[in-house]
Each structure stands twice: as C-alpha cells, then as structure tokens.
Nanobody
Framework: QVQLVESGGGLVQAGDSLRLSCAAS????????MAWFRQAPGKERDFVAR???????TYADSVKGRFTISRDISKNTVSLQMNSLLPEDTAVYYC???????????WGQGTQVTVSS
C-alpha cells in the first residue's frame, strides 16, 4: 500500500522560508518521479516542482529561483525548500508520485501553507 505523508506546512510572513517534506512508503522510491502541486482556495491544482526519477528537477515559472526540490533516496523522502515566500504562494501543497510516466497515481493528504503580507 503506497502512502505519501506531507509535513512542514504552516503560517509564515512574506519573505520567510519554509521546508516541506514528503515521506513515501510502499513503493520503490528511486523509480518514481516525485512532484509537488498546490491548490489555492477556489482554484485548480497547479504543478509546482518535479524531481524526475533520473534526478532532474523542473519547476513552474512562478517558483523558479525561489523553490528547490530535492530527494533523499535512502530515506524515501522528497522535500521542497521554499524561500522568499509570497502571499500568492498560499495554498494546500500536495506530494505526488508518478511511476514511469503513467501519471500521478499516488497523492498525499496535503499540507497547508499560508503566507501573510
């Protein structure tokens, strides 16, 4: 049974930093592309960042230069370091896992990030 559990969300001020983590279990972590998505109130879920299974990171334009995705294969975790946070970064952040390009079949429960101005 695959489980993705996010942690690290919270309430911060604009300009602050926050680090999200996602602990994965029940899958061969090194084979999966891991990603972060976010959903703001009343909006669709948007892509934020992706760590391909072969180690390449890609980002949404809105977070490039501010967010960094990383993974620790030994611990089955993927993290999202968020710097210079903006109020528009406020959302529920979700971790997701994609097996070999078949789509994100697995999702975490989400963690709330709120950035006050």
């Amino acid at each position: 049974q695959v489980q993705l559990v996010e942690s690290g969300g919270g309430l911060v001020q604009a300009g602050d930093s926050l680090r999200l983590s996602c602990a994965a279990s029940g899958l061969t972590f090194s084979r999966y592309t891991m990603a972060w998505f976010r959903q703001a109130p009343g909006k669709e879920r948007d892509f934020v960042a992706r760590m391909h299974w072969f180690g390449r990171a890609t980002y949404a334009d809105s977070v490039k230069g501010r967010f960094t995705i990383s993974r620790d294969i030994s611990k089955n975790t993927v993290s999202l370091q968020m710097n210079s946070l903006l109020p528009e970064d406020t959302a529920v952040y979700y971790c997701a896992a994609d097996d070999s390009g078949r789509g994100y079949a697995y999702w975490g429960q989400g963690t709330q990030v709120t950035v006050s101005s």
